[in-house]
Structures are given as structure tokens and as C-alpha cells.
T-cell receptor
Framework: NAGVMQNPRHLVRRRGQEARLRCSPM?????VYWYRQLPEEGLKFMVY????????ESGMPKERFSAEFPKEGPSILRIQQVVRGDSAAYFC????????????FGPGTRLLVL | AQSVTQLDSHVSVSEGTPVLLRCNYS??????LFWYVQHPNKGLQLLLK??????LVKGINGFEAEFKKSETSFHLTKPSAHMSDAAEYFC????????????FGTGTRLTIIP
């Protein structure tokens, strides 16, 4: 059973470009979570999604950031018009159901904005 | 409000000596607590979790943690450190009331001295 897959692993963008980060959850998992890790900090919750639904986006910046988890295909975290402050590691996690189920993390996408 | 405090940002121990990584939590609800490990440029791996069963939790690679409600603590220990234990360790707080937003501590960097 493959783990959580994220791609790309590394992404370089210039200021003003768009960044698209992809996450494929573990097989059988229908809950996806995105976290951001700024340098020298812990992970911060961004958004929680189930298939075709955003359940909790209280950690998402109000502008430029969006997330989706379509019926088919991976979850996408999209950052429009990136700025240097968006440089971070973005981790996706998945779980089979909500509640206290363990979240399994992917290897992360490291975004560098030049 | 939920919060996690990791009391030490850096811990150094000699190979073969005990490891103690300290974590205190604050939660309005009955907590779930986790320890994750992150090796450089890698994703997060679950070491162990507490979800209101036995207060002494055993995890992988010889790690264990004890949940102490009276002290609101969940310290991570290992009897004998190995070079491969060098990594960043995160204490993480969940909730038994369906709060899917994990709350991460700021991390403790463990260095093993040969």
C-alpha cells in the first residue's frame, strides 16, 4: 500500500507566478489535510478536505490560496501570484476517516519563491 | 484553546545514553497526543500516539511516552540513543471531539554525540 504521494518534491517559482501542489492520499483514505512549515517552525494547519468538499479552511490565508479535492484525481493546493513569504514546505496528510484517526503524512513539497 | 509547548528546542545526548524530549499541552477537550519524527528533508513519521487508552504508550524504534493528565505532559523517552535517532521531533495535539486540526509544537532537534 503506497503512502501519501506529493509532487513535485521541489518547486521553484518567481514572484507573481502560480504554484500548484499535488497530493494523492493513501489508498482508501478520503480525508486530506494540508499543512505549511515555515523555516525553523512547526507545521501549521491550512485546510481539511473530503472528496469534493472543503470541511475546514480556517488556516488558509484569505487571498491567493485555494484547495480542492475532486471526485477523481489528487488534491490540489494552488497558490496564485506567489510572494517570497510563501517559501515553505507544504505537507499533505490523509486519513481514512475523521476524528482521532492517525494522519499519515507525505514527503512534502518544498516551494522556493525567487 | 489548544496548544502544545515543547520545552527544549535542542537536545544533545551521547550515543547509548537516555533520551528525554519534553512536551506539555493545553486542551479544553480530552486530548489525543502524538509524537512525529522528521528526518532532514523528509516527511513526518508517526512514532506513537495516545488516544485515552493506556497512559504509557510504546512506539517504534524503542521510543515510549507517558500521558500524565495531572501534569498535562506527554514526554518522549528512549533508554539508549542511537545515531539514527538524530532528527526533529514534534509533539502534536489532536482531540477526541472531532477536531481534525492537529496542533503542532515547534519541534525539538535531537543531536546524538558519537
Amino acid at each position: 500500500n503506497a503512502g501519501v504521494m506529493q509532487n513535485p518534491r521541489h518547486l521553484v517559482r518567481r514572484r507573481g507566478q502560480e504554484a500548484r501542489l499535488r497530493c494523492s492520499p493513501m489508498k482508501g483514505h478520503s480525508h486530506v489535510y494540508w499543512y505549511r512549515q515555515l523555516p525553523e517552525e512547526g507545521l501549521k494547519f491550512m485546510v481539511y478536505l473530503q472528496k469534493e468538499n472543503i470541511i475546514d479552511e480556517s488556516g488558509m490565508p484569505k487571498e491567493r490560496f485555494s484547495a480542492e479535492f475532486p471526485k477523481e484525481g489528487p488534491s490540489i493546493l494552488r497558490i496564485q501570484q506567489v510572494v517570497r513569504g510563501d517559501s515553505a514546505a507544504y505537507f499533505c496528510a490523509s486519513s481514512p476517516k475523521s476524528g482521532v484517526e492517525t494522519q499519515y503524512f507525505g514527503p512534502g513539497t518544498r516551494l522556493l519563491v525567487l | 484553546a489548544q496548544s502544545v509547548t515543547q520545552l527544549d528546542s535542542h537536545v544533545s545526548v551521547s550515543e547509548g545514553t537516555p533520551v528525554l524530549l519534553r512536551c506539555n499541552y493545553s486542551s479544553s477537550y480530552s486530548p489525543s497526543l502524538f509524537w512525529y519524527v522528521q528526518h532532514p528533508n523528509k516527511g513526518l513519521q508517526l512514532l506513537l500516539k495516545y488516544t485515552s487508552a493506556a497512559t504509557l504508550v510504546k512506539g517504534i524504534n524503542g521510543f515510549e511516552a507517558e500521558f500524565k493528565k495531572s501534569e498535562t505532559s506527554f514526554h518522549l523517552t528512549k533508554p539508549s540513543a542511537h545515531m539514527s535517532d538524530a532528527a526533529e521531533y514534534f509533539c502534536v495535539l489532536g482531540s477526541n471531539f472531532g477536531n481534525e486540526k492537529l496542533t503542532f509544537g515547534t519541534g525539538t532537534r535531537l543531536t546524538i554525540i558519537p
